[in-house]
């Protein structure tokens, strides 16, 4: 962190500063992008703390400096995605060791679970993890991790984090949250007992849907150099250029949040109120069933938000969302611009269709990323595209 950032800041003056030290060759303020694969040195062993680009990277370290300062965290640690850093987590595992993780989660992490890690013997508990009885009743002897996304995407549940490290504790297990949705500036789970947070930043981080990244946050070092010790051996390492992209995104990432949060709740009561819709699933309302959870461990409730239709057919929703004009569909969330998207056949497709209508992950449910546009145009968008 750099000398001036010592004294204690607080959210928007972190986010503006975290990791930023001026460039230590020319004082560019913008740490440069270090484009290289290695490092020269002057006698085998003699460097300046960087050999490999797997390794070290200085605009990846400069990323990592900021991830840590923003999550209140000691250490931060960049990937290549956000499923390349739930990777790491879980190879932090063994065989036969017991996973207990959240039933309602994005559709790439259960692929990534299920298609990946159960072959090589670690076993899934999958659960609905806002019921914190479910996880207690879920713990043995062989509970290594807990897995949390809170709220969940799409579905919008909210897991109690403090409960869960609680229940984590006990166990000895490890407690892990996906605080994609959030961000830091809603929520910090280490802040409520967890041990790591990850993140993809694909999403608000970087916040222009221009860079597919991941990340870990935490605070035990040893945990951290087994973490490390697995990023630069199995490589899945961002380049520096993307590192520049979401350390710029992260500067205005209070800024962004905010409207996201602002134009979610224009969004959300729109919807609810239309007569063509059947349910709103957005965590600020309420009668949210887990508004008070929600409301004691979050700032605000964000812009993510999914809906049903009162016509359930498949058919009606995708003609709402082929009739957005500002409202693109596409994959992802958390970029400038609003999205629409179809869980069931886009970003929760490997996901068993008894599996999602159980866990309530309808044919018919669609998801809005609410950009930072204007909300009046927002809802006019969604009004004509609705009356289609
Ligand atoms: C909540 C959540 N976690 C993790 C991921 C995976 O991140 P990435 O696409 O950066 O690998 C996503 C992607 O959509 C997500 O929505």
Not at 142 to 152: C, Q
Not at 281 to 296: I, S, V
Request: with cysteine.
């Amino acid at each position: 962190m750099p000398k001036k950032n010592k004294i204690n800041t607080r959210l928007a003056t972190k986010l503006v500063h975290a990791g930023a030290e001026p460039d230590p060759g020319t004082g560019a303020i913008m740490i440069p992008i270090y484009q290289t694969s290695t490092y020269v040195q002057s006698a085998p062993g003699k460097h300046k703390g960087y050999e490999y680009a797997r390794s070290q990277n200085p605009t990846r370290k400069a990323l990592e400096d900021a991830l840590a300062i923003i999550e209140n965290a000691k250490y931060g640690l960049a990937f290549s995605s956000g499923v390349a850093a739930t990777d790491a987590v879980i190879k932090l595992l063994e065989p036969a060791d017991e996973v207990i993780a959240a039933s309602d989660m994005y559709g790439g992490t259960y692929r990534l679970f299920s298609k990946i890690f159960e072959k090589f013997g670690i076993k899934f508990i999958y659960t609905d993890t806002s019921r914190i009885e479910n996880v207690e009743a879920s713990v043995s002897k062989k509970t290594k991790l807990i897995w949390v996304e809170t709220p969940t995407n799409p579905l919008m549940n909210i897991t109690d984090i403090a409960a869960i490290s609680a229940v984590a504790k006990k166990a000895g297990a490890l407690l892990c949250v996906d605080n994609t949705f959030a961000t830091p500036c809603l929520q910090n789970p280490l802040d409520l007992g967890a041990d790591i947070v990850m993140h993809s930043s694909t999403k608000y981080l970087g916040g222009h849907s221009d860079v597919i990244q991941g990340a870990l946050m935490l605070n035990d070092h040893e945990l951290r150099e087994r973490l490390y010790f697995i990023q630069k051996s199995c490589g899945a390492v961002p380049g520096p250029m993307d590192c520049f992209l979401v350390h710029r995104g992260i500067k205005t990432l209070h800024v962004r949040m905010k409207q996201h949060c602002e134009n979610g709740h224009v969004v959300a009561h729109f919807l609810r109120k239309h007569p063509k819709i059947n349910k709103v699933y957005w965590c600020g309302f309420e009668d949210h069933p887990h508004y008070d959870t929600a409301r004691k461990q979050m700032s605000e409730f964000g812009g993510m938000m999914s809906f049903t239709l009162k016509d359930d057919s498949t058919d009606a929703a995708i003609k709402v969302m082929s009739s957005t004009k500002l409202f693109s569909l596409a994959e992802s969330l958390g970029g400038v611009e609003s999205l629409i998207n179809h869980p069931a056949t886009m970003t929760h497709a490997s996901i068993p269709r008894e599996e999602r209508i159980k866990n309530g992950l309808v044919d018919g449910l669609i998801r809005l990323s609410v950009g930072i546009e204007d909300a009046e145009d927002l809802v006019e968008d969604l009004d004509q595209a609705l009356s289609q």
